[in-house]
């Protein structure tokens, strides 16, 4: 039973232009939610988080937005460099600061392209 | 800052034999987490420590794996008499209390 969804495994989009990845959740004890982005052969990178008490995190060229009813959220890149391409894994935890265990999303893998 | 650290990098074993992968956390952090990450999968989680004590371990399969986290050196996951399902990708994290998990760049296991 996936907790965490992110229903697409790849995304091109061209420099300069905006960036959307999704992720779904069903559980609706998550109240913290992460996005992180990995190179292979290297650990998942932290970029951004949410709080449930929050609907919109900016930070940069990185916006998270939540929508709790729909417990859906979605990652931001705007505007999209080809330094970006990465997969990009969506996480969700029970605590805030994400302290427990966080559960993983199995990824989006994100090409920006010149 | 040193981030966390994991080693080895890469590890080969063959069938039966054990597996120990290490990880020492970013300084100032007390909390480790272990994950794994199959191919074409996202990171599942296995067991969450601090010094001393395991605090979670609902991820780790009941037999052949434990983990430890002593109060002096790293984190050590141990697997005996691997088997080929076991090749993975194994990533450690630490946090200090409360703060978002940073990651190190895994050990890749590989079970001949």
């Known amino acids: 039973d996936q907790q965490v969804k992110q229903n697409s495994p790849s995304l091109s989009v061209q420099e300069g232009r905006i960036s959307i990845l999704n992720c779904d959740y069903t559980?609706?004890?998550?109240?913290?939610f992460l996005w992180y982005k990995k190179y292979p052969a290297e650990g998942p990178t932290f970029l951004i988080s949410i709080s449930s008490i929050k609907d919109k995190n900016e930070d940069g060229r990185f916006t998270v937005f939540l929508n709790k009813s729909a417990k859906h959220l979605s990652l931001h890149i705007v505007p999209s460099q080809p330094g970006d391409s990465a997969v990009y894994f969506c996480a969700a935890s029970g605590a805030q600061g994400g302290s427990e265990k966080l559960v993983f999303g199995k990824g989006t893998k994100l090409t920006v392209n010149p | 800052n040193a981030g966390v650290m994991q080693n080895p990098r890469h590890l080969v074993r063959r069938r039966g034999q054990e597996a120990r992968l290490r990880c020492s956390p970013m300084?100032?952090?007390?909390?480790v987490y272990w994950y794994r990450q199959l191919p074409e999968e996202g990171l599942k989680f296995m067991v969450y420590l601090q010094k001393e004590n395991i605090i979670d371990e609902s991820g780790m399969p009941k037999e052949r794996f434990s983990a430890e986290f002593p109060k002096e050196g790293p984190s050590i996951l141990r697997i005996q008499q691997v088997v080929r399902g076991d090749s993975a990708a194994y990533f450690c994290?630490?946090?200090?209390?409360?703060?978002?998990?940073?990651f190190g760049p895994g050990t890749r296991l590989t079970v001949l």
């Open positions: 559980n609706s004890m998550f109240d913290y």
């Open positions: 300084k100032g952090h007390s909390h």
């Open positions: 994290a630490s946090s200090r209390t409360g703060d978002e998990q940073f």
